[in-house]
């Protein structure tokens, strides 16, 4: 099993809808969990960091259940310029610097 | 403020080339990473850098890939005889305080081995 899976997509959906994207991780040490958003041929950027008790910024929310090892991505209200990969992230093998990043899942939100 | 910088931006080497890839880190960052993405992978830890502590090479794929930070900040990744598999985006991050402060990413710099 691989270390952080995502569903790669493509995910095409129109502007105004709602997504999920989901991820699991194998290594139960994990403790720190983060969704990065990387565009087309850029650097990947923070998006948000995934709290036990689950997080919400703006349009956003975050989910983790530990038991499952299982990451979620809300987006709603979906706008063109969320069109982008969204990568799951895992702090490897309860690491407390290095960072274990899944492939990505690409969205592209139509008009 | 000015963020992470590489150079170059674009590398086309022949095979058995030697490669530098360089690194500036965000001023007052003390922890620096490198991490390679092959087309359609996900990013692969190579190596990272805190303070004056011995860097973690274990990311590293082969002894032909060496790193250095010097003076703390500017970081270099060296790629000795390269090979077609080398061929990827080489990202380079860095942190505030290391540990899982957040990482801002450089650019990278899009190595093709002919």
């Not at chain 1, 502007?15 to 999920?20: D, Y």
């Not at chain 1, 997080?55 to 987006?75: H, K, V």
């Not at chain 2, 990744?77 to 990413?105: H, K, M, N, P, W």
Request: net charge neutral.
């Amino acid at each position: 099993r691989k270390e952080v899976e995502q569903d790669p997509g493509p995910f095409n959906v129109p502007e105004g809808a709602t997504v999920a994207f989901n991820c699991t991780y194998s290594n139960s040490a994990s403790q720190s969990f983060f969704w990065y958003r990387q565009d087309c041929r850029k650097e990947p950027k923070l998006l948000m960091s995934v709290y036990s008790s689950g997080n919400e910024d703006g349009r956003f929310t975050a989910q983790l259940n530990r038991a499952s090892q299982y990451i979620s991505l809300l987006i709603r209200d979906s706008k063109l310029s969320d069109s982008a990969t969204y990568l799951c992230v895992v702090n490897h093998g309860g690491s407390n610097y290095k960072l274990t990043f899944g492939k990505g899942t690409l969205l592209t939100v139509n008009p | 403020g000015a963020g992470v910088s590489q150079s170059p931006s674009n590398k086309v080497t022949e095979k058995g080339k030697d490669v530098e890839l360089r690194c500036d880190p965000i001023s007052g960052h003390t922890a620096l990473y490198w991490y390679r993405q092959s087309l359609g992978q996900g990013l692969e830890f190579l190596i990272y850098f805190q303070g004056n502590s011995a860097p973690d090479k274990s990311g590293l794929p082969s002894d032909r890939f060496s790193a250095e930070r010097t003076g703390g900040s500017v970081s270099t990744l060296t790629i000795q005889r390269t090979q077609q598999e080398d061929s990827a985006v080489y990202l380079c991050a860095s942190s505030l305080a290391g540990g899982l402060d957040t990482q801002y990413f450089g650019p990278g710099t899009r190595l093709t081995v002919l």
